[in-house]
């Protein structure tokens, strides 16, 4: 019997501060504004996707993945300065992030900084071997290797 009047009065106790704070909803986690700042990029919503990626870094200030969605979205955007530095800041926290290197490639080339592309491809390969079975990359680095 005192077993049971303790668990009743614990759960009463529980149940009376859960109402005198109210029953507060947690904030999603930064995976949760991650997740759809990438799906706002694959539907080619730019700028919402910037707002999101802003909200996720908030959230999580060394989250590598949403200074590079950041970086993606600005570039798409034709903004390259804001790309490059949201880009380079997913490298600062994780210098071996490979995708981050291809950003920052394509960032670079459309900047026409072919040398710096370049680089920035090669560390990519250098990270992913398997991708230089990619045409269109391979090629791109034979260009770029012509005209740096």
Do not use: W
Not at 22 to 43: I, R
Not at 44 to 57: K, M
């Amino acid at each position: 019997m005192k077993k049971i009047t303790i668990i009743f009065l614990t759960f009463l106790i529980v149940f009376l501060s859960s109402i005198s704070t109210g029953f507060s909803q947690e904030q999603p986690d930064y995976t949760y504004y991650f997740n759809l700042g990438y799906s706002k990029l694959v539907d080619g919503q730019f700028n919402q996707a910037i707002d999101i990626f802003n909200q996720t870094i908030e959230l999580q200030p060394d989250c590598s993945e949403a200074y590079l969605g950041l970086g993606i979205a600005y570039r798409q955007l034709h903004e390259l300065e804001k790309a490059l530095k949201a880009t380079q800041k997913a490298l600062d926290y994780n210098p071996r992030y490979y995708k981050a290197y291809y950003n920052l490639g394509l960032i670079y080339e459309e900047k026409g900084k072919k040398k710096e592309a370049l680089e920035a491809f090669k560390r990519f390969f250098k990270k992913v071997p398997e991708a230089r079975n990619i045409p269109d990359l391979r090629e791109k680095i034979k260009q770029l290797e012509k005209e740096a």
